[in-house]
């Protein structure tokens, strides 16, 4: 029910997933990534805490491989379970458990692996990378967004989606991006349509938390003499 890309920025090391489902909230559930450490997507029949320890073991030093040859051997049920990790280094791994739903497949790519499951082909993972990999370098985000729109053209789920999400860190504890469309008839159109909106200020936010003497004042829309502290 799910198609997904995790990446890592070679130009600025961020890490990214970016991820849509017909089921509702996906970005919540599947897409997990951490500042300085790397990205897991824990989908298809979803345990959440898959993602968590990922992310824990890549943070004591183990490699992409070896932190999802743990994930497999420690969660319940990975037959079941269909996991992408990207670690520091940039380095990949992939697991489709015997029981992932419908037509599934991962496609690696340069720090980077697209993965779905009840796809309408098996196209779709190799033209999210595809799109990833043509994209301009500088906007890391828009190229994530660039692969997941690139999946829905090349087919998508079997079924309608109804969510997207895109999530982004970089150096610090929290998200740089973090948007999400839970449900809706085309979530992967208004999470671009979203990040169109916050592109433009995202560093302006972060200027915000890491120095607000030097952060610009905005109005608050429709009055003009408010100011947004958000």
Not at 15 to 44: D, E, T
């Amino acid at each position: 029910m799910t198609f997904s890309l995790i990446a890592r920025c070679p130009m600025s090391e961020a890490f990214g997933v970016v991820i849509s489902s017909s089921s509702p909230c996906v970005a919540s559930r599947c897409a997990w990534a951490r500042a300085n450490v790397g990205a897991v997507a824990s989908q298809n029949v979803t345990d959440p805490r898959l993602g968590v320890l990922g992310l824990d073991l890549l943070g004591q030093g183990f490699g992409a491989q070896a932190t999802l040859e743990r994930l497999v051997e420690a969660g319940a049920y990975p037959e079941y379970r269909q996991l992408a990790v990207i670690d520091n280094d940039g380095g990949l791994a992939h697991h489709s458990g015997a029981k992932t739903l419908g037509l599934h497949r991962a496609v690696t790519g340069e720090a980077c692996i697209a993965a779905g499951n009840i796809l309408a082909n098996d196209a779709v993972p190799e033209a999210m990378v595809a799109a990833y990999r043509e994209a301009p370098r500088e906007d890391f985000p828009g190229r994530l967004l660039a692969g997941l729109e690139a999946g829905l053209r090349a087919g998508g789920e079997e079924g309608d989606v109804r969510s997207a999400g895109v999530y982004v860190v970089h150096r610090h504890v929290f998200p740089i991006v973090d948007l999400r469309v839970d449900w809706h008839d085309d979530p992967i159109a208004e999470l671009g349509r979203i990040w169109q909106v916050y592109k433009p200020q995202m560093n302006d936010y972060l200027t915000r938390a890491l120095d607000p003497t030097g952060a610009p004042a905005y109005g608050v829309p429709g009055d003009p003499g408010k100011q947004d502290r958000g």
